[in-house]
């Protein structure tokens, strides 16, 4: 018998996600590691990681990784860009990281349109400290810093990232997807393939937002956060390509 | 026909691939694993499976193999 689905190559040997049950992160490094492997770049990335669950990308991707402080994963890897621009430089961080401590850093490096690929776990709250209200909580979500809920008059709107990182001049490809179903799986790939590619090509900064779920803080099963993601998240996030700018300068 | 193979020490129980075969030939087991949790089995005995990897897609630990 022919296997057909496999672990890819660039994940390291043996080994085992320490993420909580029905995670979603291991699906998106799968992804990531997936367009490594089809891209043919192993040997060229060095990554910047971030603070957060999605710190532990370098204990599972085979691949060069420099730890940033936290926010901070997008200004260390404008230094390594620039230091080495033959590298293929990408971060990977999580909403809190990427749109809360580090905003400024984010908008600026998209701004500056550094050839840099960026991709954005979106679960809506802080999962390794314990579900704090972050930048993406949805209005009315309880978590243990908003214990009557998100409201409006005393926290604000949740930010929706991809839309601002598209209206910036130096984004080349903004886009959104989820992980709940097989087609928005497939997608995601196709966006993280793309967010990389512009990269390669030169054109500016790639960025992908993931809608990710994170049953132990949403005090869920994984089905029922998948549900959620369906039916709360992606109603407030909507997915889709909110900017792509192709080779010919269009 | 396809079968598919379940690495129990990646697996953590959290059950998305029962939910995802469109055949429903994963199943909670009656087996635990170290911290007590049901584990999954794969049951094909009228060879229903097809490969399409489904189960393999939506694990979020990448405990299953496909084969065909």
């Known amino acids: 018998m022919q296997q057909v689905f496999s672990i890819p190559k660039s994940m390291k040997k043996d080994f085992k996600y320490t993420f909580c049950p029905g995670c979603d992160h291991g699906i998106a490094i799968r992804l990531v590691a997936e367009v490594i492997d089809e891209l043919g ?3 060229d990335i060095i990554s910047s990681t971030s603070v957060g669950c999605s710190v532990f990308l370098y204990d599972f991707l085979d691949i060069d990784c420099v730890e940033a402080p936290h926010g901070r994963a997008l200004a260390s890897a404008t230094g390594v860009k620039r230091a080495r ?4 430089v990408f971060t990977y961080s999580g909403d809190g990281d990427f749109a809360s401590i580090g905003l400024a850093e984010s908008m600026h490096t998209a701004l500056r349109g550094e050839c840099i690929s960026s991709i954005c776990i979106n679960n809506t709250t802080y999962g390794m400290t314990g579900g704090q209200l972050g ?3 949805l209005l009315g979500q309880k978590t243990t810093t908003s214990p009557t809920g998100r409201n409006v008059d005393y926290y604000g709107y949740p930010i929706k990232i991809a839309e601002h990182i598209a209206l910036c001049d130096g984004t080349a490809y903004s886009a959104r997807v989820a992980l709940d179903t097989i087609p928005h799986i497939n997608q995601a790939k196709q966006a993280i393939k793309k967010a990389f590619q512009v990269q390669l090509d030169g ?6 937002e993931i809608l990710s779920s994170c049953p132990t803080n949403w005090h869920m099963t994984p089905e029922d956060a998948h549900k959620r993601v369906r039916e709360e998240m992606i109603p407030v ?8 700018v192709s080779k010919d300068g269009n | 026909m396809g079968k598919i193979v379940i690495d129990d020490s990646r697996c953590k129980s959290c059950y998305i691939c029962t939910m995802t075969c469109p055949k429903g030939l994963i199943k909670k087991s009656s087996k635990t694993n ?7 089995e794969f049951n ?7 490969a399409c ?7 979020p630990d990448l405990a299953i193999e496909v084969y065909k």
Not at chain 2, 34 to 40: K, Q, S
């Open chain 1, 85 to 88: 621009p033959d590298k293929f």
């Open chain 2, 34 to 40: 170290r911290l007590g949790d049901y584990m999954v």
């Open chain 2, 53 to 59: 990897a489904m189960c393999a897609k939506r694990c």
């Open chain 2, 44 to 50: 094909d005995e009228k060879g229903e499976c097809i």
């Open chain 1, 237 to 244: 996030f909507p997915l889709g390509v909110f900017k792509e």
């Open chain 1, 203 to 208: 054109l500016g900064f790639g960025f992908v």
């Open chain 1, 41 to 43: 770049i192993r040997e």
């Open chain 1, 135 to 137: 930048p993406t909580t």
